[in-house]
């Protein structure tokens, strides 16, 4: 029986580790500094409550007795834990917020919730394996040889939890309802201990509140948004939403991850039926990578080669594919959630007509996938991020950016988009990444582009060729684009040449890289 | 991943009555509006404005010795694209409106009265935030209270 409750204790203690950051996702986000928090926040629980659990098997006195009732409290709070979250967060939290507001809330809030949540049950776990051993000691073994063996014991647990938390609970019995299913577990040991194993008989009644619908299905909507899907995967929750223009009969989608928010991942336009050309925002701006590719080049290129890293739903396509016209192209796309991909064909398909041009990719990670793109690429795009407006570190170095310079065709351009607050370089997010880029492909080449209406930038850096002068886009941009994607085209709404040159930040480097804390606390100062 | 700024304070009154030139319809033709411009820079802050082009608007009025007191409001336009900006922005959209109490009936009037209302709802959204910061830390402090309280009477 001791070695069943110490593997449980150790299975449990994973479980709440690795789950509590899905039950926060929906509310608050997964960024690092939440991740960090919550490990944080586990170990402090663990650490309070083995001293405390050491202090209490000191006694001797009723351990089993002690141990049934530990071990119902931690199973009481799997319950809470399961369905508070959710209830409390949607209760405290302001609706229709955007991103750049909420980044010292949601950390506070986050914060707050797993003290609230996450520590009490993990505390209350930890007294487990202070009484066991009390107990094998009390039964002749050694103290050392009892908490060496029932440590391990409880180690091997946490493994399993870890698999099962990845592999079983997130695709396919739910975050919730393997909480609960830890939570029966625990009482059923409770159960045991105290010889009362008749009253797990009523035990599966406290799963009946899943049949509920959670409120975190429907955390930080947009304002006039309807839910159209909504699921977790091992990397994030993600779900579709939709808006529809009732006059026009036009809709839009949006493919959102974690706390969604006024922010998405892949984005989905219509009207009347049809596909529009133009999905909005950053993505319009990739229509200029053909003319930027082509431009002052001896011949055209029987075809542009596209690797598109973060392909996520793929509305990077849509503009590229009415930029390149009948000209041949391929892309081939990169996604490290399938599920992404997945969804977005359910919800946000492509035009059939455009799937033999495109290879998505999926399971990968960006950096690992380029290593492996076929040599000669015409255009890279990095639009990949990790959480919410977090650029992963590995993919904004000197050292990936030398790699997508040496994956580039001559005259091949890399095509980054950064979501950022800054406007200017400085010690900031923008200039930590273009420095970064410039370092690989010299100034002359590189152009940021603000993106109209938001705060994202495109960085273009071409390989060994100057892009077109701003001077020069009227003439080659066909007629009809959007405005907007003229807009990114003024010279006010653009950084390149000497101001580069100015920028004070170094580049970022595989060995030293500052980003993720400059993403913080960009986010959290504004 | 892109971070919508959700403003689109975009309406006819914003366009003069005799530009110069064509407003611009598509990437091609604003550009070209760009190059050839003869409009007052006025005139470029509102088609640049229409294009969400906000850092051009203010390199546009940059140039203009004197900015008419109507005119000025192109300027509280552009900083509610940023919203690092936009409280100063708030303090300045009540001044112009105290300042400009002749022009209460004109487009120009109830286009700031917009910006005004935007920014305050901000403001509002803000102080919400505040407030539900607040209440996590008064959650937070209350739980841990009742939990050594029952901790202590019951271990």
Redesign the interface.
């Known amino acids: 029986m001791t070695v069943w409750i110490a593997l449980l204790g150790g299975f449990s203690v994973l479980v709440i580790e690795i789950l509590g950051v899905h039950l926060l996702a929906p509310w608050f986000g997964s960024s690092t500094i939440i991740w960090s928090q919550q490990i944080a926040i586990i170990l402090l629980a663990m650490a309070v409550g083995a001293w405390f659990g050491g202090n209490v098997a000191r006694k001797r006195a009723n351990l089993h007795s002690k141990l049934s009732k530990v071990l119902a409290v931690a199973a009481a709070f799997f319950i809470l834990l399961a369905y508070g979250v959710d209830y409390f967060a949607a209760k405290v939290l302001p609706t229709h917020l955007s991103l750049d507001q909420v980044a010292g809330l949601f950390q506070v809030g986050s914060f707050a919730s797993a003290i609230i949540f996450f520590a009490p049950p993990v505390f209350f776990l930890s007294w487990v394996t202070p009484i066991l051993v009390e107990l094998r000691v009390a039964d002749g073994s050694s103290a050392g040889q009892a908490s060496g063996r029932l440590g391990a014991i409880a180690t091997a647990g946490s493994l399993a939890g870890i698999y099962f938390s990845t592999f079983i609970a997130i695709p396919i019995l739910g975050v919730r309802a393997s909480i609960i299913a830890v939570a029966i577990l625990l009482a059923i040991a409770s159960l045991m201990l105290s010889k009362r194993l008749r009253l797990a008989i009523g035990l599966p009644l406290l799963g009946l509140p899943l049949l509920l619908e959670s409120p975190s299905l429907y955390a930080n909507m947009p304002p006039s948004s309807t839910l159209v899907e909504s699921l977790h995967t091992p990397y994030q929750k993600l779900r579709v939403i939709e808006f529809v223009d009732t006059n026009d009969g036009s809709a839009e989608r949006w493919l959102q991850m974690n706390e969604g928010l006024d922010s998405y991942q892949s984005r989905w336009k219509s009207t009347a039926g049809e596909l529009s050309q133009w999905p909005g925002g950053y993505y319009d701006l990739f229509a200029l990578l053909p003319t930027y590719i082509e431009y002052q080049q001896a011949d055209v290129k029987p075809q542009h080669n596209y690797c598109i890293l973060g392909y996520g739903g793929g509305s990077a396509v849509m503009p590229i594919a009415t930029a390149e016209q009948d000209h041949p192209y391929k892309v081939v796309g990169i996604e490290i959630d399938p599920v992404v991909t997945q969804l977005a064909e359910k919800h946000m398909p492509l035009p059939q007509e455009l799937s033999a041009n495109i290879e998505v990719y999926s399971d990968v990670d960006a950096r690992a996938a380029l290593r492996f793109c076929d040599e000669e690429q015409d255009a890279i795009i990095v639009d990949a991020y990790s959480r919410q407006f977090e650029v992963p570190l590995h993919l904004a170095t000197k050292e990936f950016f030398d790699e997508a310079y040496g994956k580039l065709a001559d005259g091949g351009v890399l095509c980054f988009n950064l979501g950022t607050t800054g406007t200017e370089l400085a010690d900031n997010v923008l200039g930590y990444v273009t420095a970064s880029i410039v370092a690989s492909f010299g100034s002359e080449y590189v152009r940021l582009q603000h993106v109209a209406r938001s705060r994202n930038w495109i960085i273009f850096a071409r390989k060994a060729k100057q892009l077109p002068p701003l001077s020069d886009m009227a003439s080659l941009l066909p007629s009809g684009w959007p405005i907007e994607l003229g807009a990114s085209c003024l010279p006010a709404e653009c950084i390149e040449g000497a101001a580069l040159k100015l920028n004070p930040t170094p580049a970022l480097s595989d060995d030293k890289n500052s980003l993720m804390a400059n993403q913080f606390f960009e986010w959290a100062r504004d | 991943?892109?971070?919508?700024?959700?403003?689109?304070l975009i309406s006819s009154s914003l366009f003069a009555q005799n530009a110069s030139l064509p407003i611009?319809?598509?990437?091609?033709?604003?550009?070209?509006y760009?190059?050839a411009s003869t409009d007052s820079p006025t005139q470029q802050a509102r088609v640049?404005l229409?294009?969400?082009?906000?850092?051009?608007i203010?390199?546009s009025l940059e140039s203009t010795a004197a900015l008419s007191s109507e005119d000025r409001r192109y300027q509280l336009l552009a900083a509610c694209?940023?919203?690092?900006l936009h409280s100063e922005a708030l303090v300045d959209a009540n001044d112009w409106l105290a300042n400009n109490q002749q022009l209460a009936d004109s487009a120009s009037y109830a286009n700031v009265v917009e910006v005004r209302d935007f920014l305050s709802e901000k403001q509002q959204?803000?102080l919400?935030?505040s407030?539900?910061?607040t209440?996590?830390?008064i959650?937070?402090a209350s739980?841990?209270l009742v939990?050594v309280v029952i901790f202590k009477r019951y271990?």
Do not use: C, R, W
């Open positions: 991943m892109l971070i919508v700024v959700g403003l689109m611009p319809h598509d990437a091609k033709s604003l550009l070209e760009y190059a640049y229409s294009a969400g082009a906000a850092m051009q203010d390199s694209f940023n919203p690092s959204q803000a919400g935030i407030d539900a910061t209440m996590f830390v959650s937070l739980f841990l939990f271990v």
